[in-house]
């Protein structure tokens, strides 16, 4: 009896750190919402940013925006299917000016989806003047595939599941 009680007890620790329960589809919506509305521009289109990691949150948002349904709203799988840099540089208009993988795992559905995504979103918030050089900012940014295909952002994402 003693092993039975032990069993149940050991069943119910288990089954409590097996994650956060799944999120119904209003629940992915209205995360999805709060992160899209927190991009913040001026009237003119420019992004209120102080600083290049500011603006990369504001692109971020803006990918995540345009790109809705290939969005993943929750916290990444803690096996990422796939991990793809992009530098891109952005003009003092918004305008997409130059972008180059820096780091892939050669899944090319993964890459073409993130070099996709950032393609589609131009024209992006202009850049705050004073993060120009020579009229332009040069950025990098990470997009995190999950086994479904859909990606986050590194610079909006929430922590990854187990860490």
């Known amino acids: 009896m003693r092993s039975g009680v032990c069993g149940l007890v050991l069943a119910a620790l288990l089954s409590a750190c ?18 899209i509305e927190q991009k913040k521009t001026t009237s003119d289109g420019t992004s209120t940013a102080t600083t290049v990691d500011g603006y990369k949150q504001d692109l971020a948002k803006r990918i995540a925006q345009v790109n809705f349904t290939s969005v993943y709203v929750e916290r990444p799988q803690a096996l990422l299917r796939s991990v793809i840099v992009i530098k891109f ?5 918004g305008n997409l000016v130059r972008s180059e993988i820096l780091r892939s795992n050669r899944d090319k559905a993964a890459e073409t989806s993130a070099m996709s995504s950032l393609r589609n979103t131009a024209p992006f918030p202009k850049p705050p003047a004073t993060l120009l050089k020579q009229g332009r900012v040069e ?18 994402a929430l922590a990854q599941m187990g860490e």
């Open 18 to 35: 097996g994650g956060p329960p799944p999120s119904t589809q209003a629940d992915r919506d209205a995360m999805a919402k709060e992160i």
């Open 89 to 93: 540089v952005v003009d003092g208009d």
């Open 139 to 156: 950025l990098s940014e990470s997009w995190l595939f999950n086994n479904d295909g859909r990606f986050q952002l590194r610079s909006i």
